[in-house]
C-alpha cells in the first residue's frame, strides 16, 4: 500500500551539487523513520541519512557535512540535498521509510532507486 517514488538523479561533475527527492503516499502512521540508503556495485547497501518524526537526524560518515536530509510534510515529500559530490557518491540511492503501530509491528517500505552518477 505505501509507495515511495525517488526522482532527482543523473550525472553532476564532481563538486556539484543534486537534490533527490522521494514521493510518499499510502503511509498512515504518524511516527516514522524516513531514511536515504545508497549502494553502488560490488559494495554493500549503506545508510546515508536518515530523519524521524520528531526532527532528529542521523547522518553516515560520508554524507557528514556534505548531505542535508529534510522533508516538506505539506506535500509528504523527503529530500537529499547532495553537496561537493566525488565519484565515489556514485551509486543507486534508495528511500526507505520505517513505521508501525509499535516497536513490535514494523514495517519498511522501499522506493524503486534513482542512479546518482558523479563523473567529469
Known amino acids: 500500500q505505501v509507495q515511495l517514488v525517488e526522482s532527482g538523479g543523473g550525472l553532476v561533475q564532481p563538486g556539484g551539487s543534486l537534490r533527490l527527492s522521494c514521493a510518499a503516499s499510502?503511509?498512515?502512521?504518524?511516527?516514522?523513520?524516513m531514511s536515504w540508503y545508497r549502494q553502488a556495485p560490488g559494495k554493500q547497501r549503506e545508510l546515508v541519512a536518515a530523519?524521524?518524526?520528531?526532527?532528529?537526524?542521523n547522518y553516515g560518515d560520508s554524507a557528514k557535512g556534505r548531505f542535508t536530509i529534510s522533508r516538506d510534510n505539506a506535500k509528504n515529500t523527503v529530500y537529499l540535498q547532495m553537496n561537493s559530490l566525488t565519484p565515489e557518491d556514485t551509486a543507486v540511492y534508495y528511500c526507505?521509510?520505517?513505521?508501525?503501530?509499535?516497536?513490535?509491528?514494523?514495517?519498511?517500505?522501499w522506493g524503486q532507486g534513482t542512479q546518482v552518477t558523479v563523473s567529469s
Open positions: 526507505k521509510i520505517t513505521s508501525g503501530r509499535s516497536i513490535y509491528a514494523v514495517n519498511e517500505d
Open positions: 499510502g503511509f498512515t502512521f504518524s511516527r516514522y523513520i
Open positions: 530523519l524521524t518524526s520528531g526532527g532528529s537526524t
